[in-house]
């Protein structure tokens, strides 16, 4: 096997084809999350999906370097590489989420008013504007634009920003419901795995 075989290794996916696979899978899966109740059921449960999908991908792209710091081996290594296309995985899966929200929106406002859809717009909206800066600077030469300092500081608070939307979103959620506090802790791990491996990306904090 050679070195650049084993380099690949485990996946075989790599850029740019990853993300189209990525994609292609996040929308078959909210159409066939839609057509399993149809109506805003099935909207409804296109939008937990996107939300949850969202947060695997995210988290992914937001632990690469500290897993990487943590254990270099083939699987780390394969995260890190690919973060960029995970992080706008996590956007396209995000845009999904909004389709969805869009749609339950204009089809049910009753329901979608009852759920804290007009009270969410606020700070999810926010969340969206910043989601959609990185997701536009994550391309060689839009990066190029902005250039390196403005990118990481963007990158880096939107990388926060986005961890905390999850935490209220999941966690007022978590209140109510048990079976939401898995999702808690694991935003919580991965809090603690990019503070203690990660603090290179603390360039603010270093001043
Ligand atoms: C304009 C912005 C947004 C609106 C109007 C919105 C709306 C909604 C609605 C109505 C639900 C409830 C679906 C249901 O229970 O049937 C939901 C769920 C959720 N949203 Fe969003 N959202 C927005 C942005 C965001 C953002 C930015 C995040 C995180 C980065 C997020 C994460 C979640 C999560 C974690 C859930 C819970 C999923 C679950 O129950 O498993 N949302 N959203």
Same mark, same amino acid.
């Given at each position: 096997?050679?070195?650049?075989?084993?380099?690949?290794?485990?996946?075989?996916?790599?850029?740019?084809?990853?993300?189209?696979?990525?994609?292609?899978?996040?929308?078959?899966?909210?159409?066939?999350?839609?057509?399993?109740?149809?109506?805003?059921?099935?909207?409804?449960?296109?939008?937990?999906?996107?939300?949850?999908?969202?947060?695997?991908?995210?988290?992914?792209?937001?632990?690469?370097?500290?897993?990487?710091?943590?254990?270099?081996?083939?699987?780390?290594?394969?995260?890190?590489?690919?973060?960029?296309?995970?992080?706008?995985?996590?956007?396209?899966?995000?845009?999904?989420?909004?389709?969805?929200?869009?749609?339950?929106?204009?089809?049910?406002?009753?329901?979608?008013?009852?759920?804290? +859809?007009?009270?969410?717009?606020?700070?999810?909206?926010?969340?969206?504007?910043?989601?959609?800066?990185?997701?536009?600077?994550?391309?060689?030469?839009?990066?190029?634009?902005?250039?390196?300092?403005?990118?990481?500081?963007?990158?880096?608070? +939107?990388?926060?920003?986005?961890?905390?939307?999850?935490?209220?979103?999941?966690?007022?959620?978590?209140?109510?419901?048990?079976?939401?506090?898995?999702?808690?802790?694991?935003?919580? +791990?991965?809090?603690?795995?990019?503070?203690?491996?990660?603090?290179?990306?603390?360039?603010?904090?270093?001043?």
């Amino acid at each position: 096997m050679s070195s650049e075989t084993k380099r690949r290794l485990p996946t075989g996916l790599e850029g740019w084809p990853l993300l189209g696979t990525l994609a292609a899978i996040l929308t078959v899966a909210t159409l066939a999350a839609f057509a399993s109740s149809g109506g805003s059921e099935g909207i409804r449960m296109a939008i937990r999906l996107t939300a949850r999908t969202s947060l695997v991908l995210f988290l992914l792209a937001f632990t690469a370097s500290a897993l990487f710091r943590l254990c270099p081996n083939p699987w780390t290594r394969w995260q890190l590489r690919n973060r960029r296309q995970l992080g706008l995985g996590f956007a396209v899966s995000h845009l999904l989420h909004a389709i969805a929200i869009t749609a339950l929106s204009v089809t049910d406002p009753i329901l979608f008013s009852a759920l804290g +859809g007009s009270s969410m717009l606020l700070a999810g909206g926010s969340a969206y504007l910043v989601i959609a800066a990185m997701a536009a600077t994550s391309f060689d030469r839009t990066a190029a634009l902005i250039g390196p300092l403005a990118w990481r500081r963007l990158h880096l608070f +939107g990388a926060w920003y986005i961890w905390l939307s999850f935490m209220v979103t999941f966690g007022k959620r978590a209140q109510l419901d048990m079976a939401y506090w898995p999702f808690i802790g694991v935003l919580l +791990g991965a809090c603690a795995l990019r503070l203690i491996f990660n603090r290179l990306s603390f360039p603010v904090l270093r001043r």
